[in-house]
């Protein structure tokens, strides 16, 4: 019988295999999950927001289970952070937003960035970010908004730092100081799951990574119906806020990725869905900053692993666009055999088993549903069987159905 140590070896070239477009010994499976490991085992959603330790003990039930080929990591929140901050921005479960403790979270569309301030963002993000943005996501930093470090210079430097005494600024310091306690025990919570997999012979697949710049501005400064809109209403500011993104992108993502020794760049794409924009704007808008981000990725010795949600029909040539076998790219809508015609001849591809029949249905139908997946995707190798969108709950004799499958049709 092989050991931990050995299937996870075995897991992993299996995985590298078909990430650079080979065929191993069969298809690998690895479903896109995030409170399965917990719901499916007993422990509520609440439970793993609250400190993501509690997930552990379903994390390893569930990879004796199913053995899977790869594990995504955790993609939480950490509750405690985010209430010492007073974020109003999301919704999770527990008393405070009056939502059941075996529901998931949810972040709410916004907007923290006008169009007027696209100049003012440019000319010093940073300055911006700690000013304007923190104190309008989060109310309990309001107290940010009265700094000012334009210039600090010679006798500056004391009006500059006065305002540290303020009531308002002292308030937000000491949250600050709250949501760090909370962060670093959420940090040791996430390193815990990748030992865990690690001691059971499964390879990380997804542990973290960024969004690209059109998602990274679009969700998080001026809220995804606008800046969809500023590709007609303000197509030159929003370029030059890409630019400036791209950069911000760039600079924060990659770092802790190759810190971690973690092989795989996550890249949820929002924004860039068939019925937000046309081909020309999103080839003018959305793919330069994520081409860019993959490549910086993949010349540090990382393999982006994108995940294109929605309908991503219209997208297909353009995502070809990459060095051949570099790329994993995960879908959710899409026309699965013509991704496989065309996508599917540069980069490995995930597919799409709905998460909708996994959750609803029969495990005859999985089945049925897996194996034509299978079918069309298998060929040739650079598969990898996985869901539509992120998993969370589920019959386990459905997800048992997926992985039986999987074992027994996608054998070369």
């Not at 960024?210 to 998080?220: Q, V, Y």
């Not at 019925?275 to 808008?285: I, L, N, R, T, V």
Request: glycine content about 8%.
């Amino acid at each position: 019988m092989a050991t931990n140590q050995e299937l996870y070896l075995e897991r992993q070239k299996r995985m590298e295999t078909t990430v650079g477009l080979g065929q191993a010994d069969r298809v690998p499976i690895v479903p896109k999950m995030n409170f399965f490991y917990a719901n499916a085992y007993g422990i509520p959603t609440y439970a793993t927001l609250s400190d993501v330790h509690n997930i552990i003990p379903g994390l390893r039930k569930y990879l004796r289970e199913f053995q899977p080929d790869a594990v995504w990591g955790p993609a939480h929140y950490d509750i405690n952070a985010l209430e010492a901050l007073d974020c109003t921005f999301m919704r999770w479960p527990g008393a405070r937003h009056g939502i059941g403790l075996d529901q998931s979270f949810q972040i709410l569309d916004g907007e923290f960035m006008y169009a007027d301030e696209y100049k003012e963002f440019c000319f010093d993000p940073t300055h911006f970010i700690l000013t304007k943005w923190l104190p309008r996501r989060y109310k309990a930093l309001a107290g940010l908004s009265k700094l000012n470090f334009h210039n600090l210079c010679e006798m500056a430097i004391f009006a500059g730092v006065s305002v540290f005494d303020d009531p308002d600024v002292r308030f937000a310091i000491d949250a600050l100081q709250q949501a760090a306690v909370h962060s670093k025990n959420y940090l040791a919570g996430n390193a815990e799951f990748f030992k865990v997999a690690e001691e059971e012979g499964v390879p990380m697949a997804v542990t973290m990574g960024g969004t690209c710049p059109f998602d990274l501005l679009s969700d998080n400064f001026r809220g995804m119906i606008n800046c969809v809109m500023d590709v007609v209403a303000h197509p030159d500011e929003l370029l030059e806020a890409l630019d400036v993104m791209t950069e911000l992108c760039l600079s924060t993502t990659l770092n802790g990725l190759i810190a971690m020794g973690h092989k795989y760049l996550f890249i949820p794409l929002h924004a860039g869905v068939d019925e937000f924009m046309s081909p020309e704007a999103y080839a003018k808008f959305y793919w330069p900053g994520l081409k860019k981000l993959m490549m910086a990725g993949i010349d540090a010795g990382l393999t982006p692993y994108v995940f294109c949600e929605g309908n991503y029909n219209t997208r297909l040539e353009q995502l070809c666009d990459v060095p051949k076998g570099k790329v994993v790219y995960m879908f959710e809508k899409v026309d699965i055999k013509r991704a496989k015609e065309t996508v599917g001849q540069v980069a490995c591809i995930c597919g799409n088993v709905p998460t909708a029949t996994l959750m609803y249905s029969t495990p005859d139908k999985v089945k049925d549903e897996t194996k034509r997946v299978l079918d069309i995707c298998a060929p040739g190798g650079g598969f990898i069987m996985d869901t539509s969108i992120v998993l969370d709950k589920c019959p386990l004799e459905n997800l048992h159905a997926m992985f039986d499958t999987t074992l027994q049709y996608g054998k070369y």
